[in-house]
C-alpha cells in the first residue's frame, strides 16, 4: 500500500511539474512568435518607405524657384519675345500643341500621385528640346521648372511618345484636302502682304538647320564634320512662312553634306507636284538650285557688280523667307 501511495504522489507531481514548463514554455513560444511577428512587420515598413523615397537616409529637399508662371505673365502683357524666347514657338502655337496633346493616354495613369498637367510636361520638353549646351542640360531645366530631375525625364518620354504618334496629323500637306486649301489660301494672303500680288504663288520656303551632336561620332565621323567645324546632322525643313508650320522635312543626314544634296533627298523635291499646283513655287536661299517651282536670290558676280534689280528683288524676297 505505501509502494502504491508513494508512486501515486510521484505521478501526481511529476504530471504538475510537467504542465507548469509546458505552460511556461508555450508562453514563452507565443512571446517569440508575436516578437518575430512584430519584426516581420517593421520590415514591410520600412521595405515600403524605402520603395517609396528611393533613399536609406533622410535627406533635405533642394531649393527650387519654379519660373512656369512667368509664361502666363508674358502672355498677358503680350511680350511674345520672352514667350518665344524660353519655349521657343508662340502662345498660340503652344495652346494648339496642348489642344492635340492632351486627351493622348500616356497623360493618364492609375497612381495616387498624379501627373503634372500637359501644358506643363509641353512646357518643359519644349524648353529642354529648344535649347543647346549649358542651358539645355536636365538640372537646370529642372530648376526652371521647379521639378526633380526624374520628372523631366518622364516628361521629355511621354511627350514624345505623344508627338511622334500625332506625326502624320500634323505634318502633312494635301492641296486636294479643304482644311490644307484654306491654309494655303492664308498663306497666299500674307505673302501679298509682304510682297505683291504676283508673288502669292510662293507659299513655302525652304531651309536648313544643323543639329549638333555631342562629339565626333565612333563611325564615319569625319563625315559629320560641317562647314561651321562642329560635328553635326544636318536637317531640311519646308515650311508654311506665315505660322512656320511643317509640311516636309528631312533629317539625319551627315553635317558635311550641302542643303542642296539634302534638298535633293525631300519628298517635295522628288515629287513637287504632290505639294504645288501651277503658277505656285518654294522660296529658298542661293544654296539651293534654281528650279521652276524653287526660286532663290540672285547671286553676286566676282567681277561686276550686282544690278539694282536684282538688289530689290532679293531684299523683297528675304523679308517673305526671313
Given at each position: 500500500m505505501l509502494s502504491d501511495s508513494s508512486l501515486s504522489d510521484f505521478t501526481v507531481d511529476t504530471l504538475l511539474s510537467l504542465l507548469e514548463t509546458s505552460e511556461a514554455s508555450f508562453i514563452a513560444g507565443l512571446t517569440l512568435s508575436h516578437q518575430i511577428l512584430t519584426f516581420e512587420n517593421t520590415i514591410v515598413a520600412l521595405t515600403d518607405e524605402v520603395e517609396k523615397s528611393h533613399y536609406l537616409a533622410a535627406r533635405t529637399k533642394a531649393p527650387r524657384a519654379p519660373q512656369l508662371q512667368l509664361l502666363e505673365e508674358w502672355c498677358l502683357n503680350n511680350d511674345l519675345k520672352k514667350f518665344h524666347c524660353k519655349l521657343c514657338v508662340d502662345p498660340d502655337v503652344f495652346t494648339s500643341l496642348v489642344r492635340k496633346l492632351e486627351n493622348h493616354p500616356i497623360f493618364s495613369n492609375n497612381s495616387h500621385n498624379p501627373q503634372l498637367p500637359v501644358s506643363v510636361q509641353l512646357a518643359i520638353f519644349l524648353n529642354g528640346v529648344g535649347h543647346?549646351?549649358?542651358?539645355?542640360?536636365?538640372?537646370?531645366?529642372?530648376?526652371?521648372?521647379?521639378?526633380?530631375?526624374?520628372?523631366?525625364?518622364?516628361?521629355?518620354?511621354?511627350?514624345?511618345?505623344?508627338?511622334?504618334?500625332?506625326?502624320?496629323?500634323?505634318?502633312?500637306?494635301?492641296?486636294?484636302?479643304?482644311?490644307d486649301q484654306q491654309e494655303r489660301d492664308r498663306v497666299k494672303q500674307w505673302v501679298k502682304s509682304c510682297s505683291c500680288p504676283e508673288w502669292r504663288g510662293g507659299f513655302m520656303c525652304v531651309n536648313g538647320s544643323p543639329f549638333n551632336l555631342f562629339q565626333k561620332p565612333g563611325w564615319h565621323g569625319e563625315g559629320f564634320y560641317d562647314r561651321k567645324s562642329r560635328y553635326s546632322l544636318s536637317a531640311q525643313v519646308v515650311i508654311l512662312p506665315h505660322n512656320l508650320?511643317?509640311?516636309?522635312?528631312?533629317?539625319?543626314?551627315p553635317g558635311s553634306l550641302h542643303n542642296s544634296n539634302v534638298f535633293s533627298r525631300t519628298r517635295i523635291y522628288r515629287h513637287p507636284e504632290t505639294f504645288l499646283g501651277a503658277d505656285e513655287w518654294i522660296w529658298a536661299d542661293s544654296a539651293y538650285p534654281s528650279l521652276p517651282w524653287c526660286i532663290v536670290p540672285f547671286k553676286r558676280s566676282s567681277t561686276e557688280p550686282m544690278p539694282n534689280a536684282h538688289k530689290i528683288f532679293n531684299q523683297h524676297l528675304s523679308k517673305v523667307r526671313i
Open positions: 543647346y549646351g549649358n542651358g539645355a542640360t536636365t538640372e537646370d531645366v529642372a530648376e526652371w521648372a521647379g521639378v526633380s530631375i526624374g520628372t523631366v525625364y518622364n516628361c521629355y518620354r511621354q511627350v514624345m511618345i505623344a508627338l511622334l504618334q500625332l506625326h502624320d496629323d500634323v505634318i502633312h500637306f494635301d492641296p486636294m484636302e479643304p482644311e508650320r511643317i509640311v516636309d522635312y528631312m533629317i539625319g543626314v
